[in-house]
C-alpha cells in the first residue's frame, strides 16, 4: 500500500514537472517571440527612417503656403529641358541659422527637388575668384555675398539679395528707419529668372557715352529691375566705340548730359532705316540737381526723322495741380495725364512727373512719314522756364512725353520721347508709384518688341500674417510632428502591442 502511494506520488511529481517544464518552454518561447518582436519593429522602424529621409517630405503649415510651389512654376520646372543652376553666394549652414536666408533656403530646396535644377551655396568669402569665373571679370563687381545666380549655357541672371523679400520700412527715430521682412518674392523671381535664361528674350541697349546715368547705378535699380522682370534684357552700349549690334531691339538714352557726336547720329539714322527703336529721356537737371544747359541739337536733328522736339525748358505746373498746393518748392511735381497717345487701348491715369522739360510735336512737309502722339500732359495753368537765359516761357498745356511711328525708311521704326526720368528713380517710385514705369513697359509693348511672356511676372509675392513675424515655421512644424510620430507614437505602438500579447499570454 505504501508502495503504491510511493508510486502515485512520484506520478504527481513528474506531472508537475512535466507542466513546469511546458510553462517554462512556453514562457522561454514567448520571451524570444517578443525578442524578435521587437528587433522586427525596431529594424522595420530603422528601414521607414531611411526610406523617409529620401522622400522629399513637405507641411507647409503656413497660411500662405510660404513653402508651396504654385502650379505656374511647377509647369515652368516640368517643361524644362536644359539644366539650370541657381547659386546662393553664402554658405548654407550660417544660412539657416539667419530667419530670413532660412525661409529662401527652404523655397529653394523645393526648386532642387525637380531633376534639371541644381542648387548650390557658396561661400565667397573662401572662393573669391568663383563669380569671376561664372559670370566674367567685367561683371563681378555688381554681385555681393547674399546674391544669387541663375544660370543656364552661357545666360546668367543675377537676383539680388533684398529682391527676394517684401520688406515695411518705418521710421523709429528722425533719422534712422527700420525695415522689417512682411513676406517673400523668392517664387517670382526665382520662377522668372529661369524662364529669362532659358528663353529668347529682347535686348535694350543703355546708352553711356553721353553722360547717361549708368545702367547698374542704385538710382535707377527699380525701373531697371522691373523692365527685366518684364522679360527683357538691359545691356551698357558705347555708341562711340561699338556699332549697335544685330540683336538690339531698342535703345535707351537716359538723363544724357551731353549731344551727340556726329558719327553716333549717322549710326542711328542708318540704323532707325532699318526698323530701330529708341527711348529717349531727356531731363532738364542732373543727378546733382543742376540743369543741364546743353543745346542737344544732334539729338533734335535724329528725333526730327520722327516729328519730335526736345524743348530747352523747365515746367512748372499750376498750384492747383501740384502734389502740394501749399509749397511753392513742389512746383515741378506736375500731375500728369496720359492721352491716348500710342496706347489706344489703355485707360486714361494721372501720374507724377518731377523736373521735366517739355516736348513738341511737329509739323513738317514730311509729316506724312510720321505719326506722333501725345503721351503726358499738363493743365492749362503750366508755365515753363527757358534753361537758356532763364526767362518764363509762354503759359499753357505743356506735352512732356510724346510717341511717334516713322516709316520713311526701309521699316518702320518707333520713337518714345519723355522730357524727363525722374519718375522712374527708386525714390520717387517709392514716394509716388509706379505709374511711370508702367508707362514705359506699356511703350515697349507698343512697339511689339516680340519679347516672351515670363510666367514668373504672374505669380505674386507671398506676405507673413503681419509686419512682425509671427507665422509658424514650416519646417519648424515638420519637425514638430516627427519628433511626436518618432519619440511618442512608435514607441507607443510597440508598447500596446507588446501588452496586449502579455495580457493574452500571462495565464497559460
Same mark, same amino acid.
Given at each position: 500500500?505504501?508502495?503504491?502511494?510511493?508510486?502515485?506520488?512520484?506520478?504527481?511529481? =513528474?506531472?508537475?514537472?512535466?507542466?513546469?517544464?511546458?510553462?517554462?518552454? /512556453?514562457?522561454?518561447?514567448?520571451?524570444?517571440?517578443?525578442?524578435?518582436?521587437?528587433?522586427?519593429?525596431?529594424?522595420?522602424?530603422?528601414?521607414?527612417?531611411?526610406?523617409?529621409? $529620401?522622400?522629399? %517630405?513637405?507641411?507647409? %503649415?503656413?497660411?500662405?503656403?510660404?513653402?508651396?510651389?504654385?502650379?505656374?512654376?511647377?509647369?515652368?520646372? @516640368? *517643361?524644362?529641358?536644359?539644366?539650370?543652376?541657381?547659386?546662393?553666394?553664402?554658405?548654407?549652414?550660417?544660412? *539657416?541659422?539667419?530667419?530670413?536666408?532660412?525661409?529662401?533656403?527652404?523655397?529653394? @530646396?523645393?526648386?532642387?527637388?525637380?531633376?534639371?535644377?541644381?542648387?548650390?551655396?557658396?561661400?565667397?568669402? #573662401?572662393?573669391?575668384?568663383?563669380?569671376?569665373?561664372?559670370?566674367?571679370?567685367?561683371?563681378?563687381?555688381?554681385?555681393?555675398?547674399?546674391?544669387?545666380?541663375?544660370?543656364?549655357?552661357?545666360?546668367?541672371?543675377?537676383?539680388?539679395?533684398?529682391?527676394?523679400?517684401?520688406?515695411?520700412? $518705418?521710421?523709429?527715430?528722425? &533719422?534712422?528707419?527700420?525695415?522689417?521682412?512682411?513676406?517673400?518674392?523668392?517664387?517670382? #523671381?526665382?520662377?522668372?529668372?529661369?524662364? /529669362?535664361?532659358?528663353?529668347?528674350?529682347?535686348?535694350?541697349?543703355?546708352?553711356?557715352?553721353?553722360?547717361?546715368?549708368?545702367?547698374?547705378?542704385?538710382?535707377?535699380?527699380?525701373?531697371?529691375?522691373?523692365?527685366?522682370?518684364?522679360?527683357?534684357?538691359?545691356?551698357?552700349?558705347?555708341?562711340?566705340?561699338?556699332?549697335?549690334? !544685330?540683336? !538690339?531691339?531698342?535703345?535707351?538714352?537716359?538723363?544724357?548730359?551731353? @549731344?551727340?557726336?556726329?558719327?553716333?547720329?549717322?549710326?542711328?539714322?542708318?540704323?532707325?532705316? /532699318?526698323?530701330?527703336?529708341? &527711348?529717349?529721356? =531727356?531731363?532738364?537737371?542732373?543727378?546733382?540737381?543742376?540743369?543741364?544747359?546743353?543745346?542737344?541739337?544732334?539729338?533734335?536733328?535724329? %528725333?526730327?526723322?520722327?516729328?519730335?522736339?526736345?524743348?530747352?525748358?523747365?515746367?512748372?505746373?499750376?498750384?492747383?495741380? /501740384?502734389?502740394?498746393?501749399?509749397?511753392?518748392?513742389?512746383?515741378?511735381?506736375?500731375?500728369?495725364?496720359?492721352?491716348?497717345?500710342?496706347?489706344?487701348?489703355? *485707360?486714361?491715369? #494721372?501720374?507724377?512727373?518731377?523736373?521735366?522739360?517739355?516736348?513738341?510735336?511737329?509739323?513738317?512737309?514730311?509729316?506724312?512719314?510720321?505719326?506722333?502722339?501725345?503721351?503726358?500732359?499738363?493743365?492749362?495753368?503750366?508755365?515753363?522756364?527757358?534753361?537758356? @537765359?532763364?526767362?518764363?516761357?509762354?503759359?499753357?498745356?505743356?506735352?512732356?512725353?510724346?510717341?511717334?511711328?516713322?516709316?520713311?525708311?526701309?521699316?518702320?521704326?518707333?520713337?518714345?520721347?519723355?522730357?524727363?526720368? !525722374?519718375?522712374?528713380?527708386?525714390?520717387?517710385?517709392?514716394?509716388?508709384?509706379?505709374?511711370?514705369?508702367?508707362?514705359?513697359?506699356?511703350?515697349?509693348?507698343? =512697339?511689339? %518688341?516680340?519679347?516672351?511672356?515670363?510666367?514668373?511676372?504672374?505669380?505674386?509675392?507671398?506676405?507673413?500674417?503681419?509686419?512682425?513675424?509671427?507665422?509658424?515655421?514650416?519646417?519648424?512644424?515638420? $519637425?514638430?510632428?516627427?519628433?511626436?510620430?518618432?519619440?511618442?507614437?512608435?514607441?507607443?505602438?510597440?508598447?500596446? !502591442?507588446?501588452?496586449?500579447?502579455?495580457?493574452?499570454?500571462?495565464?497559460?
Amino acid at each position: 500500500m505504501k508502495k503504491r502511494e510511493n508510486q502515485e506520488l512520484n506520478a504527481e511529481n =513528474m506531472t508537475v514537472e512535466k507542466k513546469d517544464l511546458g510553462r517554462k518552454a /512556453r514562457q522561454i518561447i514567448f520571451s524570444t517571440n517578443a525578442v524578435i518582436f521587437t528587433a522586427v519593429v525596431l529594424v522595420v522602424f530603422v528601414l521607414l527612417n531611411i526610406v523617409i529621409e $529620401q522622400i522629399p %517630405l513637405n507641411l507647409d %503649415l503656413t497660411e500662405e503656403k510660404l513653402y508651396t510651389l504654385t502650379e505656374t512654376s511647377e509647369k515652368v520646372l @516640368d *517643361e524644362l529641358e536644359e539644366k539650370v543652376e541657381i547659386y546662393a553666394l553664402y554658405d548654407r549652414v550660417s544660412g *539657416e541659422s539667419d530667419s530670413d536666408k532660412s525661409s529662401v533656403i527652404k523655397v529653394l @530646396d523645393l526648386y532642387n527637388n525637380h531633376r534639371n535644377i541644381d542648387v548650390s551655396y557658396v561661400d565667397i568669402s #573662401k572662393k573669391p575668384a568663383f563669380v569671376k569665373n561664372l559670370v566674367g571679370e567685367n561683371n563681378a563687381a555688381d554681385y555681393s555675398s547674399g546674391d544669387y545666380i541663375v544660370k543656364c549655357g552661357d545666360k546668367t541672371r543675377k537676383i539680388d539679395s533684398s529682391d527676394m523679400y517684401i520688406t515695411y520700412e $518705418q521710421q523709429v527715430y528722425y &533719422f534712422y528707419t527700420q525695415k522689417t521682412t512682411t513676406g517673400l518674392a523668392v517664387e517670382t #523671381k526665382v520662377t522668372g529668372a529661369i524662364v /529669362r535664361v532659358t528663353s529668347e528674350v529682347p535686348k535694350i541697349y543703355w546708352s553711356v557715352d553721353f553722360g547717361e546715368a549708368v545702367v547698374n547705378d542704385a538710382e535707377y535699380s527699380t525701373f531697371v529691375n522691373n523692365i527685366e522682370d518684364s522679360n527683357y534684357d538691359i545691356v551698357p552700349l558705347n555708341l562711340k566705340t561699338q556699332d549697335i549690334p !544685330a540683336d !538690339a531691339s531698342v535703345i535707351f538714352f537716359v538723363r544724357p548730359t551731353a @549731344d551727340l557726336d556726329d558719327k553716333t547720329v549717322d549710326k542711328l539714322e542708318y540704323w532707325f532705316d /532699318r526698323g530701330g527703336n529708341a &527711348f529717349f529721356f =531727356m531731363d532738364p537737371k542732373d543727378s546733382k540737381g543742376n540743369f543741364i544747359n546743353v543745346n542737344f541739337t544732334n539729338f533734335n536733328k535724329v %528725333l526730327l526723322r520722327f516729328g519730335l522736339k526736345i524743348n530747352d525748358d523747365f515746367v512748372e505746373e499750376g498750384e492747383d495741380y /501740384r502734389s502740394n498746393t501749399k509749397d511753392e518748392e513742389d512746383s515741378y511735381f506736375l500731375m500728369s495725364t496720359l492721352s491716348a497717345g500710342s496706347l489706344e487701348n489703355e *485707360e486714361s491715369y #494721372k501720374l507724377y512727373c518731377f523736373n521735366t522739360r517739355s516736348v513738341s510735336l511737329l509739323t513738317t512737309l514730311n509729316s506724312s512719314y510720321y505719326e506722333t502722339a501725345s503721351l503726358l500732359e499738363t493743365s492749362d495753368e503750366a508755365t515753363s522756364i527757358i534753361l537758356s @537765359d532763364g526767362k518764363t516761357g509762354t503759359a499753357g498745356k505743356k506735352i512732356v512725353a510724346a510717341s511717334s511711328t516713322c516709316v520713311a525708311g526701309h521699316k518702320e521704326s518707333k520713337a518714345v520721347l519723355f522730357g524727363s526720368s !525722374a519718375n522712374l528713380q527708386s525714390l520717387q517710385v517709392s514716394w509716388g508709384g509706379n505709374a511711370g514705369i508702367k508707362l514705359v513697359k506699356d511703350n515697349l509693348n507698343w =512697339m511689339n %518688341l516680340n519679347s516672351v511672356e515670363n510666367p514668373g511676372d504672374s505669380i505674386d509675392a507671398k506676405y507673413l500674417n503681419s509686419v512682425v513675424k509671427t507665422i509658424v515655421d514650416a519646417t519648424e512644424s515638420e $519637425q514638430k510632428v516627427l519628433a511626436i510620430i518618432i519619440a511618442i507614437a512608435v514607441p507607443l505602438v510597440v508598447f500596446v !502591442a507588446g501588452f496586449i500579447v502579455w495580457l493574452r499570454r500571462r495565464h497559460l
